[in-house]
T-cell receptor, first 114, second 112 residues
Framework: GENVEQHPSTLSVQEGDSAVIKCTYS??????FPWYKQELGKRPQLIID?????GEKKDQRIAVTLNKTAKHFSLHITETQPEDSAVYFC?????????????FGTGTRLQVTL | NAGVMQNPRHLVRRRGQEARLRCSPM?????VYWYRQLPEEGLKFMVY????????ESGMPKERFSAEFPKEGPSILRIQQVVRGDSAAYFC??????????FGPGTRLTVL
């Protein structure tokens, strides 16, 4: 089955700096890659996703890149703010466009300091 | 437009009791997924259901755990004879049939 690895497990940046979180996946058939943000005690919230026919997607301060050959994808947050502090999870699924389970990475705890 | 609803939000059970967790998907969504999150860990897939059918239960423990999504009413995750290792946050997500899954607030189960 699919295996998703995520690095780093913790990340501390100063406000205004950029943050990058990286994930690798094992199943070459995977073609949908969402990112979720989870604040303490709250539900995971979908913040951005990318499908395998696209190499990069951007939404304001958040961007995701995908390298299918290397089987890795990354989340980039620019101009970080204290409210970006949370745990971020990457995920993968082999069935783009149809309902199927998600395999999650182990999470990255991002701390944005003043 | 209510999102995914879960109840109860917190559930305390003693070892050997049964736990029932309920999930109401977003309006218009007929696909439900259950995930378990242990403290300081990621989300682990348990089961995927579509109205009255279990589509994928590859993440469900073989014993004590069961799930259903009846034609009417919420999806239910049932844990019989709970043990301390069952203590976790259980999240439900729903989708309309595409990849995008929207999560509920979770049920935090504590087994004493």
């Amino acid at each position: 089955g699919e295996n998703v690895e995520q690095h780093p497990s913790t990340l501390s940046v100063q406000e205004g700096d950029s943050a990058v979180i990286k994930c690798t996946y094992s199943d070459s058939a995977s073609n949908y890659f969402p990112w979720y943000k989870q604040e303490l005690g709250k539900r995971p919230q979908l913040i951005i996703d990318i499908r395998s026919n696209v190499g990069e997607k951007k939404d304001q301060r958040i961007a995701v890149t995908l390298n299918k050959t290397a089987k890795h994808f990354s989340l980039h947050i620019t101009e970080t703010q204290p409210e970006d502090s949370a745990v971020y999870f990457c995920a993968a699924t082999p069935k783009a466009g149809t309902a199927s389970k998600l395999t999650f990475g182990t999470g990255t705890r991002l701390q944005v300091t003043l | 437009n209510a999102g995914v609803m879960q109840n109860p939000r917190h559930l305390v059970r003693r070892r050997g009791q049964e736990a029932r967790l309920r999930c109401s998907p977003m309006k218009g969504h007929s696909h439900v997924y259950w995930y378990r999150q242990l403290p300081e860990e990621g989300l682990k897939f348990m089961v995927y259901l579509q109205k009255e059918n279990i589509i994928d239960e590859s993440g469900m423990p073989k014993e004590r755990f069961s799930a259903e999504f009846p034609k009417e009413g919420p999806s239910i995750l049932r844990i019989q004879q709970v043990v301390r290792g069952d203590s976790a946050a259980y999240f439900c997500a729903s989708s309309e049939g595409s990849n995008e899954q929207f999560f509920g607030p979770g049920t935090r189960l504590t087994v004493l």
